[in-house]
């Protein structure tokens, strides 16, 4: 029987936490052989455009990259998640996105790229969960993966779909949360918000995403038998 990889990134510099569970969550439900990998911890540049890889569509950037590039490569679907800072793509999956500039060259002319007809699924988060953000006209949650749906676009990888979560802000704990005059729980759940377990966001009181994540990874599991005839 032909087997299927998938491999998960979670973008989130930190571990265990919304990003790395909803793209387990997609992971799981597809039920098919998967590796979930953080980013946490992780030294990945920006690319930068050295063009070191125009010949053989390889990075020549010796950091953390080096392995994600060789398991990207390998991986016949790919689920990458990323929380909302800023009010866009954190750096940490958007220097890890640029790299896929390596797969983009076709010195040959033979057509397409290195990542064409590739599966992905996309997994977004962000603390201030369907607040509009303003000027993009899309809530908070929804920011990242918009971002991440552009970098695949550009590497025509196929995208199954784009599921959305809250997560919690780091004011929650950072130990100011209810008095930080710019604190994120205050910014987003009201002036007077005091912090208690009930209010902070988790994937655990979110059941309708956790079903839309289920069913993004059984679509990406039946396009993928799809495509391999299985
Ligand atoms: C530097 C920074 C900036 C952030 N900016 C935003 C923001 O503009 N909008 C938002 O919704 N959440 C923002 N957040 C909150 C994160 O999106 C939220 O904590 C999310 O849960 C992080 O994902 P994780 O829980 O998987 O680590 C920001 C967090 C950090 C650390």
């Avoid at 953390?64 to 990207?72: C, W």
């Amino acid at each position: 029987m032909t087997r299927m990889k998938v491999l998960g990134i979670s973008g989130s510099p930190r571990r265990s936490h919304t990003t790395e569970g909803l793209v387990k969550t997609i992971l799981d439900a597809t039920g098919l052989e998967t590796e979930l990998t953080s980013l946490h911890g992780k030294k990945i540049n920006g690319c930068i455009c050295c063009l070191g890889c125009v010949e053989d569509n390889t990075c020549k950037v010796h950091d953390d990259y080096i392995p994600l590039m060789h398991k990207v490569l390998e991986a016949d679907a790919i689920v990458v998640g990323a929380p909302n800072y800023f009010g866009r793509l954190n750096a940490l999956t958007h220097a890890f996105l640029e790299r896929f500039y390596c797969f983009r060259h076709d010195k040959d002319g033979h057509g397409g790229m290195k990542l064409s007809g590739k599966i992905g699924a996309i997994a977004s988060v962000g603390g201030g969960g369907d607040w509009e953000m303003p000027g993009r006209g899309m809530a908070m949650y929804e920011i990242a993966g918009d971002d991440i749906k552009g970098f695949f676009e550009y590497n025509e990888i196929e995208c199954m779909g784009v599921v959305a979560a809250q997560g919690a802000v780091a004011c929650f704990s950072c130990g100011y949360g209810e008095v930080c005059s710019v604190s994120g729980v205050k910014r987003f759940f009201g002036q007077d918000a005091k912090i208690s377990p009930e209010i902070i966001p988790c994937l655990d009181k979110q059941p309708e995403v956790i079903n839309k994540a289920k069913l993004l990874g059984k679509a990406l599991r039946e396009r993928l038998e799809d495509r391999f005839e299985v």
